[in-house]
């Protein structure tokens, strides 16, 4: 791990985490968030950043205004996502009537107008103002910088979005849209549950090893007696099935999405020198973090928001 390449900084009585090696650059404005500050209660307390039905609306959007604000980016121009689990990502462009579009990486119509965000998990754009947002209670966001095309892209990667290839696709994505060298991009990979946390039933094993010959490297063994994870909150763990139709399996083992994600960059061309991964799992901080495994799903949401200076 190289955890001491991030700082929590705090501002305004919020706390956030930043890249060092991404605060090098002037013209860039990157942030992963903590629950710390904020106006939320409980079982959201702190600085949630995502609409739930736990949460009132007026205190999620009460908690953005801080946060953008001490981050600079109080009046950029916020660009939606539906998140779904998948591998697909959008460019976030200005039309003439400088209303934010979205388009198919490398198709030059824009997707039909609409009052709802498209369905997908990575954003990427070379528009200045504009503030790309993934949310995350577990999963994995990621950050990347092409600084010499002042491109900038940001991945939310579950585990069917690992197992869908989302990374690997998004830095292909900025490659196809914007030409991007992707041994010149800089990945930063955020908070996230890591693998001392995240038990994870046969079957995700099984979806994994057969989409990567490397799969056998993506997990570590299970720690505890597989029955005792399973009394604590055995609706949590995560399966192949849809939400709500899964039987209740024992945990098989112990994912590490840190070790798919720095599989898909590399595979993807990145150098190994240039993908930094934050050491915190939100499973093991909730002091800091906000954890739908650790929590239930009635827990609030952390951002990393990543956007180009005006």
Not at 57 to 71: A, D, I, K, T
Request: net charge positive; aromatic share 8%; hydrophobic share 40%.
């Amino acid at each position: 791990m190289n955890g001491q390449t991030y700082q929590i900084v705090s501002r305004g009585r919020l706390a956030w985490l930043e890249s060092q090696r991404l605060q090098k650059f002037p013209w860039l404005i990157h942030a992963f968030s903590t629950r710390q500050g904020g106006v939320s209660t409980a079982p959201c307390a702190g600085l949630n950043l995502g609409f739930t039905n736990s949460d009132r609306r007026e205190r999620v959007e009460e908690n953005r205004r801080r946060f953008f604000r001490q981050l600079g980016a109080g009046k950029f121009a916020l660009a939606p996502l539906h998140q779904v689990h998948s591998s697909h990502s959008f460019v976030v462009n200005r039309d003439s009537a400088n209303h934010l579009v979205y388009q198919i990486p490398g198709a030059e119509a824009f997707l039909p107008g609409a009052q709802d965000p498209p369905a997908g998990d990575g954003l990427m754009t070379c528009e200045p103002g504009v503030l790309l947002t993934i949310r995350t209670a577990d999963c994995l966001p990621l950050l990347l910088v092409d600084a010499r095309r002042r491109v900038v892209a940001a991945v939310h990667a579950g585990w069917r979005g690992a197992l869908a290839r989302i990374i690997e696709k998004a830095v292909g994505d900025m490659r196809r849209a914007f030409a991007c060298d992707p041994r010149k991009l800089i990945a930063a990979v955020g908070p996230s549950i890591r693998a001392c946390c995240y038990e994870v039933g046969q079957e995700v094993v099984e979806a994994f090893q057969g989409a990567f010959a490397e799969a056998d490297g993506f997990f570590q063994p299970l720690r505890t007696k597989p029955e005792a994870a399973t009394d604590r909150h055995s609706i949590l763990f995560l399966s192949a099935y849809p939400p709500g139709h899964a039987p209740e399996h024992l945990p098989a083992a112990r994912l590490d999405l840190t070790a798919v994600a720095r599989h898909q960059l590399t595979a993807a061309g990145l150098k190994p020198a240039n993908i930094l991964i934050a050491d915190y799992c939100t499973a093991c901080r909730t002091d800091l973090f906000f954890s739908h495994r650790r929590e239930g799903p009635a827990t609030g949401r952390q951002v990393a928001v990543i956007a180009i200076r005006e």
